[in-house]
């Protein structure tokens, strides 16, 4: 770890050029009072009262093995074989720092490189990169990227339902007044597309990609299921595709860390951020994998490089990698397609409850119903019967998500606790 000496005139001089004059004022966005507070904290405890603590502040979760679990919304419950766990726990993978060092990590570099042509098969895209934060990050990745192609352009277009936390943190990053859901001005720079939208349905991209070519922009492509593409197409029609692939390998761990993906066509790769490995010949004509391009690199140029990438998310992708691997493509068809077989059943019977309006006229694995009553009280009454029914998306509407992880008598179960609580 470098050491970075900084004395109390370095301090000062740095926050003369930004503009404030107290190291306070950079935290002035924090929530107020949180300063100077002074904390309540106990005296030391030892080892087995800590652990005592702690498991009782843990029973308080509700774990997501222990429930019918029908939560979605970009973080899904998928079954990881143990396979995977036993091998990104290898010492080759396993490290503490930069797994990807040219040279010397070769298998490494080679998980990179068939990770990356894992995602360009599933996308239909040309180049993909590795180890971007999570989808959100993704998106904005994506959005900065087509600003320094479309420098011209300023706007940006949601054209449909985006997931609300990619928008979010979507609009941390741009200026409000430059994100528009209409393309009603010339004036646009790219045009985001999820599909499955945030309500679960998909979308044909042909008309999109129309208005992109009509009015010069680029069109981004969401993704936040990517076991979806085990049935859907490829959304060859994009110029970027981003997302999460936390669904192959990753655990949900509370929110995070995932795996966000990134790919496009080859003409835009100089400007994608991260690193992108390939495959050459050594001077023996031995096969060698190295970083080709890492253009946007900080160790490359710091003034340019992308903030979102982190080499620790290279074992997530690790884990992706090997789990795609041992599904194989016909794997990834089968598990997709189970997917939507057990989504179906509950949403047949729903549809036939005269209680409940199923919203969906097509959808993957997620899709959105109508309740006669409040979603909060919905969803309190059905946890109460240790059932996590879904997630609130309106004042009465519930977002469902079902994988292979939710068994026929867990749907049926939903069934008989929704026609004893309407």
Not at 83 to 106: C, G, M, N, W
């Amino acid at each position: 770890m470098r050491y970075l000496p900084l004395s109390n005139k370095d301090r000062q001089d740095m926050l003369e050029r930004i503009g404030v004059s107290d190291v306070k004022d950079l935290f002035i966005d924090a929530p107020e009072g949180l300063f100077g507070k002074n904390f309540d904290l106990p005296d030391n405890k030892s080892e087995q009262e800590v652990i005592s603590y702690l498991s009782n502040i843990a029973k308080k979760n509700q774990p997501a093995n222990d429930s019918a679990f029908f939560l979605g919304a970009g973080c899904y419950r998928h079954f990881i074989p143990a396979t995977v766990d036993h091998l990104v726990q290898r010492a080759e993978f396993l490290t503490s720092y930069t797994p990807y060092q040219p040279e010397i990590s070769q298998g490494t570099l080679a998980v990179i490189f068939e990770y990356q042509s894992m995602i360009c098969s599933l996308t239909g895209m040309d180049v993909s990169n590795a180890s971007l934060y999570d989808g959100a990050t993704s998106l904005v990745e994506a959005v900065l990227m087509a600003k320094r192609v479309n420098k011209k352009k300023k706007n940006i277009v949601v054209a449909n339902e985006l997931n609300s936390q990619y928008l979010d943190v979507l609009q941390t990053y741009l200026q409000e007044e430059t994100i528009h859901k209409s393309c009603d001005t010339d004036d646009i720079c790219a045009i985001i597309v999820q599909t499955p939208d945030y309500y679960g349905t998909p979308h044909n991209l042909t008309k999109y990609k129309e208005i992109c070519d009509k009015k010069g922009a680029l069109l981004i492509v969401v993704n936040t299921e990517i076991i979806s593409f085990g049935l859907l197409p490829a959304p060859k029609e994009a110029d970027i595709v981003v997302g999460e692939a936390q669904s192959l390998g990753v655990a949900m761990n509370f929110g995070g860390p995932h795996l966000g993906y990134f790919a496009c066509k080859e003409k835009y790769v100089r400007q994608m951020p991260g690193r992108i490995c390939g495959l050459t010949k050594d001077e023996e004509g031995k096969d060698g994998f190295v970083l080709t391009l890492n253009a946007r690199e900080q160790h490359i140029r710091r003034q340019k490089a992308t903030s979102n990438i982190c080499s620790n998310q290279g074992l997530n992708m690790v884990a992706f990698t090997i789990h795609l691997a041992l599904l194989g493509r016909n794997g990834l068809k089968r598990l997709a397609k189970l997917n939507h077989h057990l989504a179906n059943i509950l949403k047949e019977t729903l549809a036939n409850n005269e209680k409940i309006k199923v919203i969906n006229k097509s959808f993957f694995n997620e899709f959105v119903i109508e309740l006669p009553i409040k979603a909060d009280l919905f969803l309190e009454k059905m946890l109460q019967k240790n059932i996590m029914a879904g997630v609130k998306v309106a004042d009465n509407r519930v977002l469902i998500a079902v994988t292979e992880m939710n068994s026929q008598i867990d749907i049926e179960n939903y069934n008989k606790a929704i026609d004893e609580i309407l």
